[in-house]
């Protein structure tokens, strides 16, 4: 088996050491779903609209629920290891092993966050399941199908954008406050929060030039079939093409940094 | 066969010094203060396969610098390194495949699984071959006592037994060269004697080529025969450890017990008076009048029994460091 199947095997287990720790962390996704509910609820029930920001009650609903959901499946948490490898020497050792230190972090990425990125799916089809039963959400195969892509695509992009976060410890000493600003941050323009049709088309367009929106907010489209076929499909070449593009930065970015990087200690 | 030669190595860090004080701190937002400091100077020395070598120094003196240019941590800024006829900072595969380090705190294995998926990882990493690595664990685990504990989360296991886990996953893809950053640092007297006894095993069986760093002078003057000491950068001995105690004065201590009680002042009259317990003492003389100082303190006292014996390494040591210390 090569070393980076085997990495991820590692980062499952290591996942699996701390199952309570993943049911909670589930658990607690729940709370600020039922906070969403009773907002739109009352929301939709004072103004009296049938659609808001172009979104009945039960599209809205859908959305916020899968919303939640797709924030918590693409947490991260590999950033504060890193700037802490980064601190205090523990690149040394991918300096001396034949080990790529990028290819590590995604692999042990993709392993701790994998179980809990499909206990996560599971959870959003049945979510899914209910919304096209109760709220008659419009839903096809091919929909479904894409929206997988978009999601690899997304979790693949959150793991570039915290890397290359995480290489500004290079740089700085504390990282901490610019980790959980970008977390905010991102969160809210990624449509983690309510969709980004909220803010407004002007707004919109802003954000369709950040890469945020293709982690939350342009799967979600997919996955309800809320743009088209040639929509979903543009969307899926420029949501690879930021994953590229983010690649390419964290190549240039990490040579830069690694020159500057002294080994401490000693 | 020489496995590191070193010529002419330098290393100088850039850095930058902030005086006391809040207006420093802005000052120092854009104009810096920038400083050189010349961690290694001018270093040469070769080791050939086989030899178990001692790199000693005080905290800063420049060891752990230079250990993480052999290994290809660091660029030198001046000189030249060769090791296992590899340049270190070219950083190839094939070299990282054959040595390894082991930096006293910075541990590979990771603490929420069992020490035996880390070996695993090991394997892939260097492309063991399966019975190969299987032979390995075995004889290594044996060997170190921890062929039971293979299958307990690391966290759960001491310190000593975590060191040796360490080694076993430095070991197993079978590494020419060594190197070990205090490989007994806060180890309790049994495990340090476990780990040397068990590098001194490697080095008879494989004739494996090992350069530590360490503190503590029991681990050098049980596996070592040949010391590097640095000071200021600078390599400043380059001999077999015997020979560190000659080179300096050689002095020999003194060691008194007697029925009467014994005075400082009348002791001081042949030499530095180190320790004096009443009926016990301890005096350093230069090698040249042994002789003499212990017929005259046999004549004059009523001694129960008399030793003479070399400095302790950690004395020789600490006059090699102040000895530079004072003239760099």
Redesign the interface.
């Known amino acids: 088996?090569?070393?980076y199947m085997?990495?991820l095997g590692?980062g499952l287990?290591?996942a699996l050491?701390?199952r309570v720790n993943y049911s909670v962390a589930i658990l607690a996704a729940v709370f600020p779903i039922i906070l969403q509910w009773v907002l739109w609820q009352s929301i939709y029930q004072y103004t009296k609209a049938d659609t808001l920001y172009g979104m009945s009650y039960s599209d809205m609903l859908s959305y916020v629920v899968l919303a939640a959901l797709m924030a918590q499946a693409l947490r991260t948490g590999f950033e504060y290891d890193m700037a802490e490898d980064i601190k205090s020497?523990?690149l040394?050792?991918f300096?001396?092993?034949?080990?790529s230190y990028f290819g590590y972090r995604l692999s042990v990425f993709v392993g701790t966050n994998l179980g809990y990125f499909v206990a996560t799916l599971m959870v959003m089809a049945l979510v899914l399941w209910v919304a096209i039963q109760y709220w008659v959400l419009p839903t096809q195969i091919i929909h479904i199908a894409l929206f997988v892509v978009s999601a690899a695509g997304a979790f693949l992009l959150q793991f570039m954008l915290f890397y290359l976060l995480s290489l500004t410890a290079f740089w700085l000493h504390e990282v901490w406050a610019l980790f959980e600003s970008v977390r905010v941050i991102s969160l809210v323009l990624s449509g983690g929060v309510v969709p980004l049709s909220v803010f407004g088309e002007s707004l919109q367009y802003g954000f369709s030039l950040l890469p945020f929106q293709y982690l939350i907010y342009f799967p979600l489209q997919t996955l309800t079939g809320a743009i088209s076929l040639e929509q979903i499909f543009s969307g899926l070449l420029v949501q690879w093409g930021w994953i590229a593009a983010m690649m390419l930065l964290i190549t240039v970015i990490w040579r830069r940094g690694s020159r500057s990087y002294?080994?401490l200690?000693? | 066969m020489n496995v590191i030669e070193v010529e002419g190595l330098s290393k100088t860090?850039k850095f930058y010094r902030k005086p006391q004080g809040l207006s420093a701190s802005f000052k120092n937002l854009w104009q810096r203060q920038v400083e050189y400091k010349e961690a290694v100077k001018d270093v040469s020395f070769s080791i050939e396969q086989g030899q178990v070598v001692a790199f000693l120094g005080a905290n800063g003196a420049g060891?752990?610098?230079t250990?993480?240019m052999l290994?290809?941590?660091?660029h030198p800024t001046h000189g030249k390194i060769k090791v296992l006829g590899h340049t270190p900072s070219e950083?190839e595969?094939q070299f990282?495949?054959r040595?390894?380090?082991l930096?006293g705190?910075?541990q590979?294995l990771?603490p929420?699984?069992p020490a035996i998926?880390s070996f695993?990882?090991c394997q892939?990493?260097?492309d063991i071959p399966t019975p190969l690595f299987k032979q390995r664990l075995a004889r290594l685990s044996e060997v170190l006592n921890v062929s039971h504990l293979l299958d307990i989360?690391v966290r759960r296991l001491s310190l000593g037994e975590r060191m040796k886990m360490e080694l076993i996953a430095a070991l197993l893809h079978g590494p020419e060269l060594l190197f070990l950053?205090e490989p007994t640092i806060g180890l309790d007297f049994l495990s340090q004697r476990a780990v040397m006894r068990f590098l001194q095993q490697l080095v008879r069986e494989d004739n494996i080529t090992i350069l530590l760093t360490s503190h503590n002078m029991a681990d050098i003057s049980a596996l070592c025969e040949r010391v590097l000491v640095i000071q200021n950068g600078q390599l400043v001995f380059d001999d077999r450890i015997t020979q560190l105690q000659n080179t300096l004065g050689g002095l020999r201590r003194i060691h008194i017990e007697s029925e009467s009680p014994l005075h400082s002042e009348f002791l001081g009259r042949y030499g530095k008076v180190i320790n004096n317990d009443v009926h016990c003492a301890e005096l350093e003389v230069g090698d040249d009048v042994v002789n003499q100082v212990l017929q005259h303190l046999l004549k004059d006292i009523a001694v129960k029994d008399i030793r003479v014996s070399a400095p302790p390494l950690e004395d020789s040591l600490e006059r090699l460091y102040t000895r530079r210390g004072q003239v760099a």
């Not at chain 1, 300096?95 to 080990?99: G, K, M």
């Not at chain 2, 290994?71 to 660091?74: A, C, K, M």
């Open positions: 088996m090569n070393k085997w990495l590692m287990q290591k050491a701390y020497g523990g040394n050792r300096i001396v092993q034949p080990l002294l080994a200690g000693g | 860090f060891k752990t610098t250990m993480k290994s290809g941590i660091l950083r595969e990282k495949k040595f390894s380090i930096m705190q910075k590979q990771w929420d699984l998926d695993s990882l892939r990493i260097y989360q950053d």
